[in-house]
């Protein structure tokens, strides 16, 4: 029988999102985090019991060595977790930037309902701010090269109001000239695509 790797199955949540594309996170792995968190609290559990051994026992150098071994498997299965964690939620207000306020259909089934909220949290408090100062930090992620753009329609939008007050028919396959404030939104999350 091979001996226990301690930390393994946290490395593995970390090799996922490695392999996983720069634009894309993949499904939420709620069994591998069951599986580093079971083991954080095997080794808790043994700390404790080695612990309870009294001094006698912790003078011995393989009883002492197993406590800092252990202790350090917990810290390490616990930062390896919040790294997992902390690429998600990059990643989430990444997509918050990019494709506006709706959670993409093709990243729906991959994130956990917390992530949801967070997404939801994040985007209520991006609007608030943007409202407090009255801009909109989304509208250009890239500096402008013209005031108008080319785009076309690929997926059904409808009537859209433009900020000069007039309304423009966006039926699929039309192509437009518009201003670029009042189509970005529409190119990031995919109901539009500009042309070159």
């Known amino acids: ?11 593995d949540l970390l090799r996922e999102l490695k392999r996983c ?58 930062r390896c977790l ?17 494709a506006g306020a709706v959670i993409p259909e093709e990243w729906k089934q991959n994130i956990s309902e917390a992530e949801a909220t967070y997404f939801g949290e994040y985007g209520k408090l991006l609007n608030l701010y943007m409202k407090a100062y009255n801009i909109d930090l989304t509208a250009d992620l890239a500096p402008p090269k013209s005031l108008f753009v080319e785009v076309r329609v690929v997926k059904e939008v409808g009537e859209l109001t433009l900020e000069s007050g007039e309304s423009v028919v966006l039926a699929l396959g039309t192509q437009h000239l518009l201003r670029r404030t009042d189509v970005e939104p529409l190119i990031r999350q995919g109901f539009l695509q500009h042309v070159s």
């Open 1 to 11: 029988q091979q001996p226990k790797m301690y930390g393994e199955a946290a490395a």
């Open 21 to 78: 594309a720069p634009a894309f996170v993949p499904p939420y792995n709620t069994e591998g985090i069951r599986k580093v968190v079971s083991e954080m609290n095997e080794l808790y559990t043994e700390v404790r019991r080695t612990l309870e051994l009294g001094r006698e026992a912790m003078a011995r150098p393989e009883v002492a060595g197993s406590i800092v071994v252990h202790h350090a498997s917990i810290d390490r299965n616990k």
């Open 82 to 98: 919040l790294a997992y964690f902390a690429h998600r939620m990059q990643k989430l207000q990444s997509l918050r930037w990019e």
